[in-house]
């Protein structure tokens, strides 16, 4: 699951934490005794921040299963590799190795893995899973359309690409984010489903998982409560091999759930939680509290993603690229770097590239200096007073016919505090060119319905919030790919706003099945360029793929800046899994 949809998770399950709040102190009085609890605290690592809600089921097929089981987490389901933000690499987890072609993807499955039940992990577990992505909506149903077939030849996979839609792009994620599934549990799940030939996914649903699931990764579900889930090592874990038999630290793994972000954070300070990826603001005021994050320095977090201001280009003023541009340059991104995000952030540079890391070697500065923009209050007047704008005598923007532009509507979820104060400094820096604002904060169902079916002006978003194999053409490719563009009021799950440009989508066509290097950046300095010019949607802020912060008061050891043994992908995450043999406990 992407970040933008576990974002998502999180805020549906707000609307369950009612039922939580109720029994808030009684979970704050059992962390707080933890000593005293089954869960010695030496052997016990805490983690909060990846589910709100009470736990209602973990089975894998389920749209939204609680934690472990949705996102990329690799604690008891792992996929075939796991994808390193630090190296930009999928490392190797249930297989061996990986070879390319322009045609396919061969994968060799690694023969040590086993089942927790002590069975192979085969080629035939790896079909299934892929087959049931096939005939279920779960959430990565979506690769058939980039697959042609699946064949297997002895412990070798080969992933065949669709000719007409030929992405290895995303092929790759699918290989690193699929979690694979063992065939004899669901199987007979599935089948008994089966009514007059057709598979019922609804009755498939009941199926909770939740006693003694079968997994291949290292902890499986030990038991479950309104307020936390509990996971126990896997004794026998076949991985272990990886790390010279040594077992991870942690006997337990135990997620807390709390009802809101002060309670997580309280719960850190405390030494309640070890590990959380909910935003704490001025982490480092926190080092007197044992807490920190991967960073001692600015921006703290290792940046991964771009929220976003969506933008109805289709709709009056925005189908202007002029006015576009001029909301680009009239926007104070210092300042919501500071306001908003307790300058967690890098300077935002133009365009839709990182500006760092391993997306640095595509972006171009003397690009961003000839087509970017930045905070020129003067410039935006300027360009809309070029494209026939004017004010009036209360210095209100007028179109080019004289009329008033009418107030921009700008939206995100209700409680998001970031963005909103975000969308705060936005709406003060439009009023700087005339522009005025309504604010809205509202529930989560009906941002997201907005935005499905265009029923915006303006509304925050990270469409693409994981950094992983395809990136950055993933970013591009959910905001400025016309290919399934719908009109205002029609359903869409990419390019909200529905804009439109040939060169774009002709680009966006090609990137996936370059190889050599110097037309790929070539080929992303022309797609940046196009996204500077026409302004698809305001990129404001860089955040982390998920906030790493992290307590030493009872373990040590975690992967930082200075010792990036593991990415900071908070111990659960892809490869930051590796992380959970090197914690130590404090003595």
Same mark, same amino acid.
Request: with cysteine; charged share 20%.
């Given at each position: 699951?992407?970040?933008?949809?576990?974002?998502?998770?999180?805020?549906?399950?707000?609307?369950?934490?009612?039922?939580?709040?109720?029994?808030?102190?009684?979970?704050?009085?059992?962390?707080?005794?933890?000593?005293?609890?089954?869960?010695?605290?030496?052997?016990?690592?805490?983690?909060?921040?990846?589910?709100?809600?009470? +736990?209602?089921?973990?089975?894998?097929?389920?749209?939204?299963?609680?934690? #472990?089981?949705?996102?990329?987490?690799?604690?008891?389901?792992?996929?075939?590799?796991?994808?390193?933000?630090? %190296?930009?690499?999928?490392?190797?987890?249930?297989?061996?190795?990986?070879?390319?072609?322009?045609?396919?993807?061969?994968?060799?499955?690694?023969?040590?893995?086993?089942?927790?039940?002590?069975?192979?992990?085969?080629?035939?577990?790896?079909?299934?899973?892929?087959?049931?992505?096939?005939?279920?909506?779960?959430?990565?149903?979506?690769?058939?359309?980039?697959?042609?077939?699946?064949?297997?030849?002895?412990?070798?996979?080969?992933?065949?690409?669709?000719?007409?839609?030929?992405?290895?792009?995303?092929?790759?994620?699918?290989?690193?984010?699929?979690?694979?599934?063992?065939?004899?549990?669901?199987?007979?799940?599935?089948?008994?489903?089966?009514?007059?030939?057709?598979?019922?996914?609804?009755?498939?649903?009941?199926?909770?998982?939740?006693?003694?699931?079968?997994? *291949?990764? #290292?902890?499986?579900?030990?038991?479950?409560?309104?307020?936390?889930?509990?996971?126990?090592?896997?004794?026998?874990?076949?991985?272990?091999?990886?790390?010279?038999?040594?077992?991870?630290?942690?006997?337990?793994?135990?997620?807390?759930?709390?009802?809101?972000?002060?309670?997580?954070?309280?719960?850190?300070?405390?030494?309640?939680?070890?590990?959380?990826?909910?935003?704490?603001?001025?982490?480092?005021?926190?080092?007197?509290?044992?807490?920190?994050?991967? *960073?001692?320095?600015?921006?703290?977090?290792?940046? &991964?993603?771009?929220?976003?201001?969506?933008?109805?280009?289709?709709?009056?003023?925005?189908?202007?690229?002029?006015?576009?541009?001029?909301?680009?340059?009239?926007?104070?991104?210092?300042?919501?770097?500071?306001?908003?995000? *307790?300058?967690?952030?890098?300077?935002?540079?133009?365009?839709?590239?990182?500006?760092?890391?391993?997306?640095?070697?595509?972006?171009?500065?003397?690009?961003?200096?000839?087509?970017?923009?930045?905070?020129?209050?003067?410039?935006?007047?300027?360009?809309?007073?070029?494209?026939?704008? %004017?004010?009036?005598?209360?210095?209100?923007?007028?179109?080019?016919?004289?009329?008033?532009?009418? #107030?921009?509507?700008?939206?995100? +979820?209700?409680?998001?505090?970031?963005?909103?104060?975000?969308?705060?400094?936005?709406?003060?820096?439009?009023?700087?060119? &005339?522009?005025?604002?309504?604010?809205?904060?509202?529930?989560?169902?009906?941002?997201?319905?907005?935005?499905?079916? &265009?029923?915006?002006?303006?509304?925050?978003?990270?469409?693409?919030?994981?950094?992983?194999?395809?990136?950055?053409?993933?970013?591009?490719?959910?905001?400025?790919?016309?290919?399934?563009?719908?009109?205002?009021?029609?359903?869409?799950?990419?390019?909200? &706003?529905?804009?439109?440009?040939?060169?774009?989508?002709?680009?966006?066509?090609?990137?996936?099945?370059?190889?050599?290097?110097?037309?790929?950046?070539?080929?992303?300095?022309?797609?940046?360029?196009?996204?500077?010019?026409?302004?698809?949607?305001?990129?404001?802020?860089?955040?982390?793929?998920?906030?790493?912060?992290?307590?030493?008061?009872?373990?040590?050891?975690? #992967?930082?800046?200075?010792?990036?043994?593991?990415?900071?992908?908070?111990?659960?995450?892809?490869?930051?899994?590796?992380?959970?043999?090197?914690?130590?406990?404090?003595?």
């Amino acid at each position: 699951m992407q970040f933008g949809q576990i974002a998502s998770v999180l805020l549906l399950g707000m609307f369950a934490c009612a039922s939580l709040v109720a029994c808030q102190e009684e979970a704050e009085k059992q962390s707080s005794v933890a000593e005293e609890s089954p869960y010695p605290r030496s052997q016990t690592l805490y983690i909060g921040g990846y589910d709100w809600a009470p +736990p209602t089921t973990f089975n894998p097929l389920d749209g939204d299963p609680n934690f #472990p089981i949705d996102g990329n987490i690799r604690l008891m389901y792992e996929s075939l590799f796991a994808y390193n933000l630090l %190296s930009a690499e999928i490392e190797p987890m249930l297989a061996k190795s990986y070879v390319q072609t322009d045609s396919s993807i061969t994968v060799e499955l690694d023969d040590r893995a086993r089942w927790s039940n002590g069975q192979k992990v085969t080629v035939d577990d790896v079909l299934y899973t892929f087959y049931l992505d096939s005939i279920f909506p779960t959430p990565r149903h979506g690769g058939w359309l980039y697959l042609e077939k699946i064949t297997a030849n002895g412990n070798q996979l080969e992933f065949v690409m669709n000719k007409k839609e030929k992405n290895p792009l995303v092929l790759l994620n699918l290989l690193a984010e699929t979690s694979i599934l063992p065939k004899s549990v669901f199987e007979p799940i599935v089948e008994a489903s089966k009514k007059n030939g057709r598979y019922n996914y609804a009755n498939v649903l009941t199926f909770k998982n939740d006693s003694t699931p079968v997994v *291949s990764g #290292p902890y499986n579900l030990d038991s479950y409560y309104p307020d936390k889930i509990v996971l126990k090592r896997v004794e026998n874990y076949w991985g272990n091999v990886k790390h010279d038999g040594k077992t991870p630290a942690p006997l337990y793994v135990i997620h807390t759930l709390y009802p809101g972000n002060n309670h997580f954070n309280n719960a850190m300070t405390k030494g309640n939680l070890d590990v959380s990826s909910i935003f704490m603001p001025r982490i480092w005021d926190k080092q007197r509290d044992d807490i920190r994050s991967w *960073s001692l320095k600015e921006p703290y977090h290792y940046p &991964g993603s771009i929220p976003t201001l969506f933008i109805a280009t289709t709709t009056t003023p925005f189908n202007d690229v002029a006015f576009r541009r001029a909301l680009a340059h009239a926007i104070n991104f210092e300042k919501i770097k500071a306001v908003a995000v *307790s300058n967690y952030t890098d300077s935002v540079r133009p365009g839709f590239i990182l500006p760092f890391g391993q997306e640095s070697k595509y972006f171009n500065e003397e690009d961003a200096e000839k087509y970017g923009y930045s905070y020129n209050i003067e410039k935006a007047k300027k360009i809309l007073s070029d494209a026939g704008y %004017s004010w009036d005598n209360d210095g209100k923007l007028l179109n080019k016919e004289g009329m008033p532009v009418r #107030p921009l509507s700008i939206e995100c +979820p209700n409680g998001w505090t970031d963005w909103e104060d975000a969308i705060k400094v936005v709406a003060e820096s439009f009023k700087q060119i &005339g522009i005025e604002t309504n604010q809205r904060f509202i529930e989560y169902a009906e941002w997201e319905k907005d935005l499905r079916f &265009g029923k915006f002006d303006l509304a925050m978003k990270t469409q693409t919030a994981d950094l992983s194999a395809a990136t950055p053409w993933t970013r591009f490719d959910q905001v400025m790919n016309s290919k399934n563009t719908k009109p205002v009021g029609e359903e869409v799950f990419s390019n909200l &706003g529905r804009f439109s440009d040939p060169a774009a989508d002709s680009l966006l066509d090609i990137i996936p099945s370059l190889t050599d290097s110097v037309a790929l950046k070539n080929a992303y300095r022309a797609l940046n360029r196009i996204f500077m010019e026409k302004i698809p949607v305001l990129p404001l802020m860089y955040r982390p793929t998920q906030y790493y912060q992290f307590s030493t008061k009872h373990w040590t050891n975690f #992967p930082t800046e200075e010792n990036p043994y593991a990415p900071p992908q908070g111990l659960i995450v892809g490869a930051g899994i590796k992380a959970l043999w090197e914690i130590k406990p404090v003595q």
